[in-house]
């Protein structure tokens, strides 16, 4: 390294493990009827966040948000995302891009945090659907140019999260997007739930293979009779 | 469930940690003079295993057998997969295709662990690439129709495997593959090397996404100045 090293210029990298308070945020969930939606919902709220959850139906919506307790609303997709300052996406891969065309408007400017995994089932069992931009963030990515687009949450247990008995999920939370600011909010959120880091894994352009990592994830809870997570090791 | 479910007929299922014992196998490293394969090749043999590096260059085996020391022994790659039970193929993507093509009758019968990480990388970082066979797993599959092909140690760091000092390697080694009794070898192969654990984690068609996923340990590792790994939880 010499004195030109343009490096040598740079402050201090900051602590990864810093990240903004993200306490007062409301937070929407889109298909959370949905297991993984709820089971999302559910451990977000009983963490102290305030929840909406999302469905074509405000009634299905209401109900759910009732059965959840903790505070958690429900209402219509459009009002959800209107009332909430990060959404996540946990519609089925079938209804993803339709949903998101739907609300692109609503959604301009919020941070959204797009956990779906598209996967394909047969009698082998689960395997990757390849979208054509990529993988289903990036689909979010180019269906909404003007929100802040992330993708997290792909590899948690739904019978975990809506296990009321289950006081910890022991379990990192893949955080990938664009915008470092952004990442962070999104880990902010995953370390509000017992148990759970937030980590920073890269771009979008990398979450293809994060999304699918579910596939393996459903062999090894088959062969193992367990509800499989991630941790990342050395950090 | 009714007295008519096939299930009920089956016997109790197969412990998943009860793993052969492969101690008295020959592996052999294609690729062994690369970092990744040096490493495999030192935390193996450093276990006990019986190891023999394979090159293109039987003098650059030679040299970096007599490196690793623990009775490493080096070999042109045609002879190191003639005298191995096991072959592990750590060759660069690069070179994957051409290796396999020309080693296809010597490893008829053999147990082949692809671990290679088809990624591209640019100005802002690693990515994945696609091979035409859907991994580089299924193109060794597709080259080697006679051989047992399997895939693991793909998100191991060479750093800490080629680190005397490190004692243990605290890390799940994701093991994929069409014959169970094919897999297990690899998994006990894998849990050979102390704090390594071997999973069984899916079929061929889901390696994809575990070689790429390496893409994203290299956004861990930079952001955390880490040596990033993966543990599965629950299991």
Same mark, same amino acid.
């Given at each position: ?124 069992? !689960?395997?990757? +659907?390849?979208?054509? =931009?990529?993988?289903?963030? #990036?689909?979010?990515?180019?269906? /909404?140019? &003007?929100? %802040? ?8 247990? !739904?019978?975990? +999260?809506?296990?009321? =008995?289950?006081?910890?999920? #022991?379990?990192?939370?893949?955080? /990938?997007? &664009?915008? %470092? ?8 959120? !995953? ?45």
């Amino acid at each position: 390294m010499t004195s030109a090293d343009p490096a040598a210029a740079k402050p201090a990298p900051k602590d990864p493990w810093e990240l903004p308070d993200v306490s007062g945020l409301t937070v929407g969930v889109l298909g959370g009827t949905g297991d993984q939606g709820r089971g999302l919902a559910y451990r977000l709220a009983r963490a102290g966040q305030r929840v909406i959850i999302g469905s074509r139906s405000t009634e299905r919506a209401e109900t759910a948000a009732a059965e959840l307790g903790h505070g958690v609303e429900g209402a219509e997709n459009e009002e959800c995302a209107r009332r909430s300052d990060i959404v996540i996406v946990a519609v089925p891969w079938d209804g993803h891009a339709k949903t998101l065309e739907a609300l692109r408007d609503v959604l301009v400017g919020k941070l959204v945090v797009d956990c779906v995994n598209p996967l394909g089932f047969d009698k082998k069992g !689960a395997y990757a +659907l390849k979208p054509e =931009e990529g993988s289903a963030a #990036e689909q979010a990515a180019a269906l /909404l140019p &003007e929100s %802040r687009v992330t993708a997290a949450f792909h590899h948690l247990s !739904a019978v975990l +999260l809506q296990d009321p =008995e289950v006081e910890e999920i #022991e379990t990192d939370v893949m955080c /990938l997007g &664009e915008v %470092r600011a952004d990442v962070e909010q999104v880990q902010a959120l !995953a370390q509000r739930i017992p148990g759970m880091r937030g980590v920073f894994a890269g771009r979008l352009r990398n979450a293809h293979q994060v999304e699918s990592l579910v596939a393996n994830l459903i062999s090894v809870n088959r062969r193992y009779k367990a509800h499989a997570g991630v941790r990342l090791t050395d950090i």
